[in-house]
């Protein structure tokens, strides 16, 4: 009796349903598609939404609308991570796990994972909490002990000298005493330059003669001038940035990588997507062929080595020894053996495990472009 009654219970439920949503067989989310059929294989795909998918796509969304962050919500220096918090694809307060970052920037602008992984980590590690596993995209100036008058301390993406450095195209230099938020008279620069050199628009031409024009202003206005190991190949990688992942994902032919001046606005002054925004349609972010169209073919340009100025203003000199874009394994073992050993001199426990575990991702993000001998500063596991 039992053996009949729950088949005929099951066909029942599967009745009913299937008349609600329109004929829809259940085919279990989790379910592996490996041995179906043509058929069954069309059949599933039919009821499947995808969650991973690489192409364009509408990311200025219902579940994703636009809201100014609020007194307590953190902001730094980049436009595309403001844009991610501003949007709710990061946490709206702009703290977030390296994890989180890394998603959201695939999910939002189709940053392709090296580079979102490379970014992350660098600034994970400078600027982030390895215990909590939590980086702020911007910071706060907190004080380090209870003393009121004690010492405080900046944190988070905002920190001069850390990911963030000099020579940015739209946000001024930490010396004149804003480096995160936006300039609209470096953003004016910016349109003129895109009239200038691109017809109006931000390609990888405008992207070249603004990135050296602006260490040039720096190096002539800014007695602590410095443009050393990643700061050096993440001032060239964001000068691409705008033309592969600010540009609508829907746009080919002669205006692919070419950015309209009100997109523009959009995202480097209020750090939100222009209406009904499409993210690019394959994972990018600066690569082997529009970093060299940045950096151009002139040695002799001022800023094509990395160095900084050393006895004020107008006195540059080329120092390659944090490493450049033109030596990754140097940043490298800068990076792992002077800088993050400098911060943490002597970790241990959680600590020094979840450091280990930082540089090996930061390592693997690397190790496809590059073959750099790994570090173990803190010992292996
Ligand atoms: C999601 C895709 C991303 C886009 C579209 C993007 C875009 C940009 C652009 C265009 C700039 C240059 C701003 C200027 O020079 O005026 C920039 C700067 C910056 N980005 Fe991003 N970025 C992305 C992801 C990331 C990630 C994953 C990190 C690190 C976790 C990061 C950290 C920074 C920082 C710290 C700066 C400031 C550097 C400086 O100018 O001093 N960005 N970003
Ligand atoms: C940028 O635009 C200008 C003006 O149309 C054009 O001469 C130049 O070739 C473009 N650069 C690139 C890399 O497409
Ligand atoms: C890394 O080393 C391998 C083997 O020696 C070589 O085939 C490869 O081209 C190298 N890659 C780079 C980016 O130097």
Redesign the pocket.
Known sequence: MIEVSLPLKFVALAITVGTLVGNVIAFPEYQSLGGLSRREMAEAMSKLTPRVYQGAKLVDDKDHPFRAPGPNDQR??????N??ANHGYLPRDGVAT?SQ??S???A??N?DIQ??KL??????LL?GNPVTDL?S?GGKTSRTGPDPKGPSKVSG??T?G??????????GDDFFGD??N??RK?FDQ?KEFSKRYGGGYYNLTVARELRYH?IKQSIDTNPTFELMGH?HF??FS?????T???VDGRVSGPLAAHLDMKPAES??MNMRYPRGFFRASKPG?ADAESIPVVLGNDPTRVGFQAGRNVRGVKTFVADGSQGSLFSICTFYEFFVGKRIKGIYPNPTGVLRRNLNMNLQFLFDSLSDQTNCTQMFPYGRD
């Open positions: 730094g220096p980049c436009p595309g991570l844009t991610l390296p970052i890394i959201a920037s695939m939002g602008f940053m580079a979102a970014a992350t980590y660098i600034g994970h600027d980086l995209i993406l905002r001069h850390t990911f963030e450095g000099d020579a940015s195209m739209t946000r480096n995160f936006p300039n470096l910016l602006r700061r993440t001032a964001e000068a691409v940035f705008p592969s992942m600010f995202f480097f972010s």
